[in-house]
């Protein structure tokens, strides 16, 4: 039977394991019957971990290594060059060098973008909108992150652009939680939003459970966050990303070239909200942000 390597450092999180299995369904492929799936998840920011186990798939040639986020695509392909590579990342795959272009990718790599970098304005007027009276957000970003610039950029710009003040916050050890948010306590910053990283969706109980306790209206990236406890959250759907990657391993495993099939750009967002959580903070959720939502948590 083909082996498919499945990297990830997002989360251990079956959700995903799941869609993914559902997209090479597509394609008449089930698991443990006529396929080999191989899981290796390198929670947080363990990136030697993902290059160590990338390295490993290559020597015992797996038919296709599925990688996501980015750091993970990063690591497959610098590992290997003919076996086929299939992301799922949400940053710009062409500016990543991942890829040389997004309707022919060439070489060995092909996948699902999505947007999730790109949304920080939105996350921004989303938060604004619950918690319109504060003066002041609070950005978290891991200064490792290959888009931190990026990120803080187009989040800064955002907030200049509604007249409020925004303070950068760094994180890229769990050490650096507390010290976070008693920064936040002291700086009497009114509202948070989380920056997108595999290292804080990896810690979201942590956050959430920091979130609660210093009484911190946060937005955050994936739905994972807000169906854990978090208040709200906006980003790209991640379990249909991780089946359209099934697909296309799938299809790869029929014979299809990695390099012919364009990357596929996912446009499906969700805003979840925590009404629970909400509650607790003893925050009134506007009627316009509930008929917005995708889904209201209670």
Known sequence: MPVIGFLSNFTTDQRYADAFRQGIGDFGYVEDQNVLIEYHWAEGGQY?????????LVSRRVAVIVASPITAALAAKAATSTIPIVFAIGSDPVESGLVTSINRP???V????FLAVA???KRLELLRELVPK???IAFLVNPNNTNADLQTKETKLAA??????????NASSIADFDSV?????RQRSGALIVGVDPFFISQRDHLIALAARYKVPTIFYA????GAGGLMSYGADLALCHRQAGVYAGRILKGGKPGDLPIMLSDKFEFVINLKTAKTLGIEVPARLLALADEVIE
């Open 181 to 185: 948010f008693t920064a936040l306590a």
């Open 106 to 108: 060439g070489g060995n």
């Open 223 to 226: 739905r994972e966050f807000t």
């Open 119 to 121: 949304l920080g304005a």
């Open 160 to 169: 200049v652009g509604v007249g409020l003040d925004i303070d950068i916050v």
């Open 134 to 136: 504060v003066a002041s």
């Open 48 to 56: 030697d971990r993902l290059r160590k186990v990338a390295a490993d």
């Open 110 to 113: 092909t996948g699902v973008g």
